[in-house]
């Protein structure tokens, strides 16, 4: 029997699971608070199974037009001593290549697939949500309502639906900034050669991705509350980094005085059910494991694959179908969030200590150990590929 599903929220894990549910055939409704879609954003990277599921979707093509170039990363001392220096064709020679790409870049691929089969509704939220026996009845801040088998949540880190809905869940302080930053500005670095400054307390990402634009990306471990980090975004970023080379700093500024940039608090979400009745959490409303995890992108499109794989299996029960979605993610979700903090132990090291653990460490590690570090923690299992429940 097919479903009138309501989708809140645009992004990455809305959009993957519109394009998988509409290919079922069910009715899909998607409202987003933007008033449009825009390509713009900073840079993700979709890796493993997220990019297979979207060869799946017959996407590929269009990804890698939407994709930057990515051949080389050097993680470097702040004095520019190489640490280790890492081919992305070399690491990914028995898994999916990565690919680069601005989060607005793999919405406009997304959205592009599906925006004939589904009902979108821009500066458009839920204002509120009644339980009855078989529906749910659902009212939108147009003024509007509409009856739907299953409402799927996937307004982001900070959801304002799940937050009212939702109770046995916890938003954890991972007490470090994320910055995403992008600069058009001619440069003579070499497009795909990228560098991470590995330091204490802090890391620094510099992607030339094109010959006229660099993209940024900025670890800060902090304690500072979300009101503060936004209202001094600005000099964060410069005096976190005020002591490193003339180079680095005039690039900084740069993206300051020309540049876009984006500076938020990480946090993760643990919800022990990712359900409540038929209201289900999907992507960073659920999950989210972090920038840090380097899964964020993936985990989301493969969690939608997954809800829209058991809304088919249980085409009469829908919340069965939320149940078998609940006990597969659960423990893939603890893995990439344990990996985010291993990953933090590692490449955000809090003292010098740590530090010189870390770079002696990496710096020593031949090419196949490197692979293992950086693959192992990305993988799935073959159940785990194929929804299959333990």
Same mark, same amino acid.
């Not at 680069?100 to 009902?119: C, F």
């Not at 979400?269 to 209201?279: C, F, K, Q, S, T």
């Given at each position: ?67 930057? &170039? ?27 290549? %990565? ?11 997304? /959205? ?20 009855? %026996?078989? @529906? ?22 900070? %959801?304002?639906?799940?937050?009212? /809905?939702?109770?046995? /869940? ?37 992607? =030339? ?9 900025? /670890? ?51 919800? &022990? ?25 993936? @985990? ?30 659960? =423990? ?16 955000? &090291? ?26 192992? &923690? ?13």
């Amino acid at each position: 029997m097919k479903k009138h599903i309501l989708i809140s929220g645009a992004g990455i894990a809305g959009l993957t699971a519109a394009n998988f549910l509409a290919k079922q055939g069910h009715n899909v409704t998607v409202i987003d608070r933007s008033p449009s879609f825009s390509k713009a954003g900073f840079l993700i990277s979709l890796k493993s199974f997220g990019v297979k599921i979207m060869d799946e979707l017959g996407l590929t093509q269009n990804l890698q037009a939407e994709s930057s &170039p990515s051949e080389t990363v050097h993680f470097v001392e702040t004095n520019e001593r190489v640490i280790q220096s890492i081919d992305y064709d070399k690491m990914h020679t028995n898994i999916e290549r %990565s690919v680069l790409i601005s989060r607005g870049g793999l919405h406009h691929v997304l /959205y592009e697939a599906i925006k004939n089969d589904i009902n979108v509704l821009f500066d458009t939220t839920i204002s509120q949500l009644e339980e009855k %026996s078989d @529906l749910t009845k659902v009212i939108l801040s147009n003024g509007k309502s509409i009856h739907v088998d299953l409402v799927v949540i996937s307004e982001g880190l900070r %959801s304002s639906t799940r937050e009212q /809905y939702f109770t046995n /869940y916890q938003l954890e302080d991972f007490n470090t900034l994320y910055v995403g930053g992008k600069l058009k500005q001619n440069h003579e670095k070499q497009v795909g050669i990228f560098k991470v400054y590995v330091d204490v307390n802090r890391s620094l990402h510099i992607y =030339p991705i094109a010959e006229d634009e660099i993209a940024i990306q900025c /670890y800060i471990r902090s304690s500072e509350d979300l009101g503060f980090i936004k209202d001094n975004a600005s000099s964060i970023l410069k005096d976190s980094f005020g002591d490193y080379n003339p180079e680095v700093k005039q690039l900084l500024q740069n993206l300051l005085d020309d540049g876009l940039f984006f500076m938020d608090k990480m946090g993760m979400v643990n919800a &022990p059910n990712l359900h409540n009745g038929r209201l289900v959490l999907l992507g960073d409303a659920g999950f989210c494991p972090t920038a840090l995890s380097g899964m964020g992108a993936s @985990l989301s499109i493969y969690g939608a694959k997954a809800l829209a794989h058991f809304i088919a299996e249980y085409p009469d029960d829908i919340l069965a179908a939320c149940d078998s979605y609940n006990t597969l993610m659960q =423990p893939i979700v603890e893995k990439f969030q344990t990996n985010a903090k291993n990953n933090a132990a590692s490449f955000l &090291p809090k003292s010098e200590a740590e530090l010189e653990k870390f770079v002696n460490g990496f710096r020593a590690a031949d090419d196949k150990a490197v692979q293992k570090i950086m693959t192992e &923690p990305i993988l799935l299992t073959k159940d785990q590929e194929n929804f299959i429940l333990n």
